[in-house]
Nanobody
Framework: QVQLVESGGGLVQPGGSLRLSCAAS????????MNWYRQAPGKQRDLVAS???????NYADSVKGRFTISRDATKNTVSLQMNSLKPEDTAIYYC?????????????WGQGTQVTVSS
């Protein structure tokens, strides 16, 4: 079991920046692929960025060049640096930890943090 707690959301003007953090309860989270998802009102939850245990990253096309995902194994945290924010980035952002055991996925979710981009 991995417990995840997000922080860092808030209200920011278009063009501004925010940094989200996700703290994991276990040091073994390093074996998990860590993901940030977001869900806007009335829409499905979409993958924003991923980072594997080996440090490989992947981003949704809509955030490439603006968002950066990183992880710090010494602090059991994963972060999402969001720059050049747009109103369409407004959503609840969720941290997710995932690993596969014998091809069976194990997923853990945080409670989410609200990001609002508005002038």
């Amino acid at each position: 079991q991995v417990q995840l707690v997000e922080s860092g959301g808030g209200l920011v003007q278009p063009g501004g920046s925010l940094r989200l953090s996700c703290a994991a309860s276990r040091s073994s989270f390093t074996i998990y692929t860590m993901n940030w998802y977001r869900q806007a009102p009335g829409k499905q939850r979409d993958l924003v960025a991923s980072i594997t245990s080996g440090g490989s990253t992947n981003y949704a096309d809509s955030v490439k060049g603006r968002f950066t995902i990183s992880r710090d194994a010494t602090k059991n945290t994963v972060s999402l640096q969001m720059n050049s924010l747009k109103p369409e980035d407004t959503a609840i952002y969720y941290c997710n930890a995932r690993r596969f055991v014998h091809e069976v996925p194990y997923n853990y979710w945080g409670q989410g943090t609200q990001v609002t981009v508005s002038s």
